[in-house]
């Protein structure tokens, strides 16, 4: 087994061990009961739980850039909102309980600086990505000219988050956010020139 296959398979165990023990029970041994290694092998990989949580946050950023990069459509428009879906139509990652203990390290992250750098760059990226297609449909005419790109960027990710977060500590469906996001770039953000197909 190379090194990738190993990596692989501690990020694995790592989810389903998050599943079953969420993340304030979560120990080293509970991972390595979920994978083909012993728990004095995960340390010569990883010196801590939390290193290998960051480790772990890490391998998920990789699956979300390859999740929302590339959006679909042939206007900025329609880019926008599919990258909009894409986001909110987050893959189900297997267990209400994975998605309890993702938000358990968020609720940490203020006091733990390897948490809050890596789940920054998650945000920080899907800042990046609509920025872009904000200042692309500027532009070539599709949004408003005096549109803030970073800041109305900031305000969806805002917005993304807070539905990401109701749908984990409520259960609430994501469908109420599209509708309203849908509104709100068609209404306060297409120029008065431009129709709402996108």
Known sequence: MNDGDTADDIMDATYRALC????????????????????????YHYDSKHDLLCAFLEYLYEG??????????????????????????????????????????????PYEPGFRERLTKFDEYLIDELEAILEDGIDDGTFK?????????????????????ERIT???????????????????????QQGVTA
Do not use: N, W
């Open 64 to 109: 979300f850039v390859d999740r929302i990069e590339d959006p679909e459509g042939e206007t900025p428009h329609a880019r926008l909102l599919s990258l909009i879906d894409s986001v909110l139509d987050k893959p189900d990652d297997g267990s209400e309980e994975f998605g309890t203990a993702i938000l358990e390290i968020r609720a940490h992250a």
């Open 145 to 165: 000219s005096d549109l803030d790109a970073e800041e109305t960027a900031r305000f969806i990710v805002t917005v993304l988050t807070g539905a990401a977060t």
């Open 170 to 192: 409520t259960g609430r469906p994501v469908e109420c956010t599209r509708r309203m996001l849908t509104e709100y770039v068609e209404t306060h953000l297409l120029d008065g």
């Open 20 to 43: 079953t023990h969420g993340y304030a029970d979560l120990t080293m041994q509970d991972i390595a009961d979920e994978s083909d290694k012993s728990k004095a092998a995960l340390h």
